[in-house]
Structure formats: structure tokens, C-alpha cells
């Protein structure tokens, strides 16, 4: 029963109509807590990508790209390094994960986070916000905050319009042929839809790194994702019911799952009010805690509540395939149940990192993939028992056990 009114409260979605960054949360602190904050973690949590990149001497570009179903989506760009300019660049693409944003990529400062690893490194490194996130809440007719329309995506979609678009605009802005990609979480879900269901576009992948591969998710560990899994078919009614189609939980229903998922009283409540952590787990010493206010004023950056449903579904099924409507599959598929993605079909070369205590991309799950991928090339864990799926983007080693890897590899694949 305590199940069952979590799920419901947690699609009794509030509208807050303010951008999720900065202020929301920092509202919620008391003026006590706020004075504990030192003034350069304040300053990063009050700044959009545009700012952190600004703030620390990187050029910045921002790009525009419509798809083909009109969505527009906002790309960041970092053309070159603070030190490392000019010369040949050749294009990385980065993709962040469910609820996240391209802030990700440049949250922990140069030297530390990926796009200025890279940017030094000497490439040129295009960040892609997919539709419904902070920065891509835009449509050229619907309006996400009226036309529940906009809504009515999940990472299916974002795989075979989001990707192609924002894939398509780098090459011809830089006049290539090949990019290499890297995804994180639901980045790299979106590139094997992608990959089995538009399969040209394994051409235009020169190298494929997939942090925390999600496909398959039977094995997955996520107390929400398994909290929801059980009503992900009776979901969609409930969201349709009262209207409301972009994830965002209330306070009422984050304290409450706080409570039940992370225990009264925990010393990690502050952990437990983002539903980010409580989607995808916490390993204390990945976590630097100074950076806090700075992560939670990032995140959630905005989703569907359909791209969670999808991957409770993945969770219940253990199959990866497309969004199932229940009784409506055969109107949309023609089938009873929904079209199982191909990931033989994956053709680009694929690195796959992974992690033991990862709560939602499970090594069983990773096996299953990397055994029927097209074109496998390596499959590394991370050494670290205790590394989880937000320590690949806010990890304090993140660099040494995972970027200097993925720095080579691209590199090897260029070269
Ligand atoms: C944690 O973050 C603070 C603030 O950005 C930084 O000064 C410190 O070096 C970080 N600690 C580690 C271990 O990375």
C-alpha cells in the first residue's frame, strides 16, 4: 500500500513553471545554510552552461537545431582549449543522461570534467541537450508548459529525431564525416536505439563510448526505477488522467520517498530530496559534498515522465525495445506486444564502461549488450567497487579511472 501511494504521489505532478536551475533550490535552504555555502559554489550554482564555461575562460558557442519534428534543441560548444587552440579539431560529440544536461559534461571545473579534458586534449567538443531538458523545452507550435503534446516523447523518440538532428548539424558545421560519441546513462540508451533503428548513421560514429551502458535493464538495482516498474503500463493512464506530462515530482512526494527509500532521519536527506539520487544511487566517496548545492541546482533538469515509464517497462519486460502502450500496441505496432530493438545492428565500433555498484546499468544487463552488439570492441569495468552511475559525470576520479581512458581510445580511433 505504501507503494502504491508513493507511486501515486509521484505523479501528482506540480507545474512550477520556473526553470529548475539555480534559485529553486537555493530558495529552500535556510539563511543558515546558505551562509555555509562558499561564495564560489554559490556563483557555479547560480550560472547556466553558458556561464560556468565563460566563468572559467573556455570559448563557448551556443547552437540551435530543429529537428524533423520540430523541436528545437540547444547544443553547447566548446570549439577549442584555453591553452590547447587552434589546428585540427576533430569532433566529440557528448550526450548526457535522463534528467540531466549538458551541464554535466563541464559541472566540476577544468581538470576535472570531460568537455575541458577534451576541449585541452586538442578536439572540438559539442555538448546536445535532448528535447524536454532545461535547455531544449522549445517547439516551433507546441508550448510545454500548455500543449501536453510536447510531452509525448520518451527516449525513443529522442533516439531516432534528437540524435540524427544535433549528429547532422556537427558534421556539416565542420565539414566531416565522422564524429566520435560519447553518451552517459540514457546517452548512450538513445544511441542503441538509434544505431539498430537508423542504421546509416552507424557510418557516421568513428567511435562510440558508452559511461554507464543502458539497454537492457532486468537486473537493475534502482529503488525507483523498481518502485515504479509495477505500474508502468496503468502509468501512462494516470499522467493522461490528470494532464500533466513532464516529470516533476513534488515536495510532498520526494519527502515521502526520501523517507521510505533512504530511511527517516538518514544523514544522506539532503541526498534524498533529489530525485536524481534517488533514480541512480550515491557512493559517498565519489561525492564531493562541497559541490552539492552546485549539482542539485543543475538537477533534475527536466524530462518526460515517459522516459521513465520506458525504462520501468525495460525493467519488467527485460527486454529493450519500443514504448508499450498496452492495448494500444496494436494500433501503434500492429503487434501485441512492442518491436524489440536489434542490437547486432549496432555497427559503429562500441567501448562499453561499467561498474559493479551501478544502480541501473547492471553488469549481467551490460553482458547481455555487449554480447549482441554489432561491433564490441572493449568492455572495461571500472576498479572501483563502490563507483555508481552519477560518479562518471560528478565522481572526484572520474578523470583517472574513467576520461584519460576514454581520451585514448578516442584518440585511437582518430589517429
Ligand atoms: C571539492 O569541491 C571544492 C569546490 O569546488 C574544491 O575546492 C575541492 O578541491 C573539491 N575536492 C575534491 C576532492 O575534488
New binding site residues.
Partial sequence: MLKFLIFIGAFVLVHSGSSPHGESYLKSLSPEQLSKI?R??ME?ALLDAVGLITKYGFPVEVHEVKTDDEYILTMHRIPEGKTNKGGVRPPVFLQHGVLMSSDDWII??PE?ALAYLLAEAGFDVWMGNARGNTYSRKHATLNPDKNSKFWKFSWHEIALHDLPAMIDYVLAQTGRQKLHYVGHSQGTTTFFVMGSEKRAYNNKIASMHALSPVAYMGHLKSPLVRLMAPFASSLELITSLIGINEFLPSSEFMALAANALCGEGSILVPVCTNVLFLLAGYNPDQL????LP?YMAHTPAGASSRQLVHYGQEHMSKKFRQFDHGLNNFINYGSLTPPKYEPKHITAPVFLHYSDNDWLADGGDVDQLFNELGYAIGKFRVPMAEWNHLDYTWG?DAKTLIYDRVINLIWAFEL
Fill in positions: 562558499p564560489e559554489v557555479d566540476n571545473g576535472k564531493n559534498t562541497t559541490m552546485v572526484i
